[in-house]
């Protein structure tokens, strides 16, 4: 099984810091493990210009709580 990286564009960048920004602004709201799990891998993405499949779940699954929650405010 190969797992194909997928390059961020500008706007996957600018949207991935808004997740980024807000998860410390809600880290409280998280388990530690957890939040410190997503920002590393928020940041290794942000410096290398790409993610795995492997790592898309994850990332769909924290946009996702972050749609809900801005949908709530």
């Known amino acids: 099984m190969y ?3 997928t390059f961020v564009d500008k706007e996957t960048i600018k949207n991935l810091k808004k997740i980024d920004n ?13 939040f410190l799990s997503v920002r590393e891998l928020i940041s290794q993405i942000l410096e290398k210009g790409y993610y795995f499949e492997s790592h898309a779940e994850i990332l769909n699954m924290i946009t996702d709580e972050y749609n809900q ?4 405010k």
Request: no cysteine; charged share 45%.
């Open 3 to 5: 797992d194909h990286a």
């Open 22 to 34: 807000w998860l410390n602004e809600n880290k409280y709201s998280y388990d530690e493990d957890t």
């Open 69 to 72: 929650k801005r949908k709530q």
